[in-house]
């Protein structure tokens, strides 16, 4: 059976940072696409980042235009697990952050319907 399971989120200041974490398990996800994505009361849930193999250890990294500069998206395979290092936090930041995987590598992946598995959801509150 497949999980994903974050942790990290909180309640933090603007400016702030925080890092979030997704272990996998169940199955390995190294030679696929990974992602976050959050929502935001009353919002749809949007891509955040991907991080997909491109070959041997290198990974692409993808972001959204809104976290673009601020957030970092990276893996460490030996533990299955990912991560987001989110500086420079605002309000609109606020949200539900997810965790996905799907198998297969499309690096412009960024619709939540095309995520085979997703994790549980951690908060992440930015106050102003």
């Known amino acids: 059976q497949v999980q994903l399971v974050e942790s990290g989120g909180g309640l933090v200041q603007a400016g702030g940072s925080l890092r979030l974490s997704c272990l996998a398990s169940?199955?390995?996800?190294?030679?696929?696409?990974m992602a976050w994505f959050r929502q935001a009361p009353g919002k749809e849930r949007e891509f955040v980042a991907s991080t997909t193999s491109r070959g041997g250890r290198t990974y692409y990294a993808y972001y959204a235009d809104s976290v673009k500069g601020r957030f970092t998206i990276y893996r460490d395979n030996a533990k299955n697990a990912m991560y987001l290092q989110m500086n420079s936090l605002n309000p609109e930041d606020t949200a539900i952050y997810y965790c996905s995987a799907k198998t297969s590598s499309n690096y412009d992946a960024t619709k939540p319907d095309e995520y085979d598995y997703w994790g549980q959801g951690t908060q992440v509150t930015v106050s102003s």
């Open positions: 169940g199955r390995t996800f190294s030679g696929y696409t």
